[in-house]
T-cell receptor, first 118, second 112 residues
Framework: GAVVSQHPSWVICKSGTSVKIECRSL??????MFWYRQFPKQSLMLMAT?????????EQGVEKDKFLINHASLTLSTLTVTSAHPEDSSFYIC??????????????FGEGSRLTVL | DQQVKQNSPSLSVQEGRISILNCDYT??????FLWYKKYPAEGPTFLIS?????DKNEDGRFTVFLNKSAKHLSLHIVPSQPGDSAVYFC???????????FGKGTKLSVKP
């Protein structure tokens, strides 16, 4: 099956610094990638949808200036948490749709990135 | 307000028995439903899906049932195996290309 890789899998940073998380589709092209956030014992919450070569579409309540998303190529999307604060500590997961795949709605997920802001 | 609800945070089943995971939704526009399985520290993996034109979809040990009038779907795993122990997320969308809305998940433990 298609593989989506996230890096780093775990990052600890100081409050006020910025952190970049990468999401790569390893063996397929992804025209659309999604970024989710999961709090403990909570569901996956969609943060934004990014399409290659265009600006990301953010869900209501998600600060686009805080969570910068770049989808510069068909295999890479990045999420940058700017000026991170402890409340940004969470598990961030990306997913991707295979370009040209049948409309199954199936998404391939990365392994997730655990962000801890001190 | 949660549009997709998994009211049981956990479920424990004996190996070999049937596991039944339940999911309810409130948005009548949802017409595509999926189940994902998630192990700790890993991303979810797709398990099985069903569109609203069907009421049942089966794939090996996994069967998903959809009751549109009750806005309810369930995932049956039979026979359950210890390797099935994971968190199962129910997700729904409007159309197969719509954004997925996830439930909170149900942690399944299958005991040998």
């Amino acid at each position: 099956g298609a593989v989506v890789s996230q890096h780093p899998s775990w990052v600890i940073c100081k409050s006020g610094t910025s952190v970049k998380i990468e999401c790569r589709s390893l063996d397929f092209q992804a025209t659309t990638m999604f970024w989710y956030r999961q709090f403990p014992k909570q569901s996956l919450m969609l943060m934004a949808t990014s399409n290659e070569g265009s600006k990301a579409t953010y869900e209501q309540g998600v600060e686009k200036d805080k969570f910068l998303i770049n989808h510069a190529s068909l295999t890479l999307s990045t999420l940058t948490v700017t000026s991170a604060h402890p409340e940004d500590s969470s598990f961030y997961i990306c997913s991707a749709k295979v370009r040209g795949a049948p409309n199954t709605g199936e998404l391939f997920f990365g392994e997730g990135s655990r962000l801890t802001v001190l | 307000d949660q549009q997709v609800k998994q009211n049981s945070p956990s479920l424990s089943v004996q190996e070999g028995r049937i596991s039944i995971l339940n999911c309810d939704y409130t948005n009548s526009m949802f017409d595509y439903f999926l189940w994902y399985k998630k192990y700790p520290a890993e991303g979810p993996t797709f398990l099985i899906s069903i569109s609203s034109i069907k009421d049942k979809n089966e794939d090996g040990r996994f069967t998903v049932f959809l009751n549109k009038s009750a806005k309810h779907l369930s995932l049956h795993i039979v026979p359950s195996q210890p390797g099935d122990s994971a968190v199962y997320f129910c997700a729904a969308s409007e159309g197969s290309q719509g954004n997925l809305i996830f439930g909170k998940g149900t942690k399944l433990s299958v005991k040998p």
